[in-house]
């Protein structure tokens, strides 16, 4: 009963809940979590705008590399272990424009060297 009004509100509860609709809930809770997290430490990030995918190239650029491998929709969990770091390997052994053409082992490697 609401103290203000004195009327019994009425909520319509469903007997089952969607597993997608479990995880979409779940997704949203963890990524407040997140941003709150990042608020605290004071880390700035990106904001990539829904529906535009350019202002995230980077991304955009692995996932169609990925989808070279694995075209949309494969579930992954038919591939073993082995497929996945394969392809692990092979994307990372890749030079990369943005890396001066180095790939990202040796990048972080002269990142590393410099910083000592």
Same mark, same amino acid.
């Given at each position: ?28 809770? %963890? /990524?407040? =979590?997140?941003?709150?997290?990042? #608020? ?8 990539? $705008? ?36 394969? %392809? /692990?390997? =092979?994307?990372?052994?890749?030079? #990369? ?8 082992? $040796? ?10």
């Amino acid at each position: 009963m609401d103290e203000g009004s004195r009327e019994c509100l009425a909520i319509d509860v469903a007997g089952s809940i969607r597993s997608r609709r479990v995880i979409e809930v779940l997704a949203s809770l %963890v /990524a407040y =979590a997140v941003q709150g997290w990042l #608020r605290e430490e004071k880390i700035e990030t990106a904001y990539i $705008e829904p529906g535009k995918p350019w202002q995230n190239g980077t991304n955009e650029n692995t996932n169609g590399l990925l989808r070279q491998y694995f075209p949309k929709g494969t579930d992954l969990t038919k591939h073993t272990r082995d497929d996945l770091d394969a %392809v /692990a390997a =092979a994307l990372n052994s890749r030079p #990369r424009k943005t890396l001066n053409w180095k790939t990202p082992a $040796e990048a972080l490697e002269d990142h590393l060297r410099s910083s000592q």
